[in-house]
């Protein structure tokens, strides 16, 4: 079945600019959107269509996408961007969705 | 502004079923898909499906076809999303989350999540 990759760790120092990858075979058909989850709330959207930020986002985020992989970037990391991140896209047809399995971002 | 607010905790015995609502306000309730996320204790995003309010028709993953069911109450704002034959396996928070249906968004408002526990 298809799948989205993401490195299931990052960690950088504060101030540094950290970049989380998602890899997946119908990333070129199909956007990628991106989220954020703080430990025990619920998920939230930072970036959609690839590179798109929803109102209220720090424009420190940014995102990307070339061939089958996605990226999602974080300039001048700050110790409350500490998170877990998760891709999502869909398959080719864009009939079932699917996320990746998530990355851990650790600011040192 | 959008609102998503979801029942409450459930306990569940292996073999039951258990029915997660899903509760919309601020905005209009038909203009939205309602996809179905499922977080397994210490594990990542599932997407379950989602359901179209306007047309009560739904999409499930792969995964849980034939045990789940998306339902939505139009009148109420609320969609339902139920799944049977639970096994431990099912133990986790369940979300639902809105998506725009005319326009490429995401999903940009989300539930605050149900916990359910199955267990003997």
């Known amino acids: 079945s298809y799948e989205l990759t993401q490195p299931p760790s990052v960690s950088v120092s504060p101030g540094q600019t950290a970049r989380i990858t998602c890899s997946g075979d119908?990333?070129?058909?199909?956007?990628t959107y991106w989220y954020r989850q703080k430990s025990g709330q619920a998920p939230v959207l930072v970036l959609y269509k690839d590179s798109e930020r929803p109102a209220g986002v720090s424009e420190r985020l940014s995102g990307s996408s070339s061939g089958t992989t996605a990226t999602l970037s974080i300039s001048g990391v700050q110790a409350e961007d500490e998170a877990d991140y998760y891709c999502?896209?869909?398959?080719?047809?864009?009939?079932?969705?699917?996320f990746g399995g998530g990355t851990k971002l650790t600011v040192l | 502004q959008a609102q998503l607010v979801q029942s409450g905790s459930e306990v569940k015995k292996p073999g039951a079923s258990v029915k997660v609502s899903c509760k919309a306000s601020g905005y209009t309730f038909s203009d939205y898909y309602i996809h179905w996320v499922r977080q397994a204790p210490g594990q990542g995003l599932q997407w379950m499906g989602w359901?179209?309010?306007?047309?009560?028709?739904?999409k499930y993953a792969q995964k849980f076809q034939g045990r789940v069911t998306m339902t939505r109450d139009t009148p109420i704002t609320t969609g339902y999303m139920e799944l049977s034959s639970l096994t431990s396996d099912d133990s986790g928070v369940y979300y639902c989350?809105?998506?725009?249906?005319?326009?490429?968004?995401?999903?940009?408002?989300w539930g605050h999540g149900t916990t359910v526990i199955v267990s003997s």
């Open positions: 359901i179209n309010p306007r047309t009560g028709a739904a």
């Open positions: 989350a809105r998506d725009p249906i005319t326009v490429t968004y995401g999903m940009d408002v």
């Open positions: 999502q896209s869909a398959d080719n047809r864009g009939t079932y969705w699917l």
């Open positions: 119908a990333l070129p058909n199909q956007y």
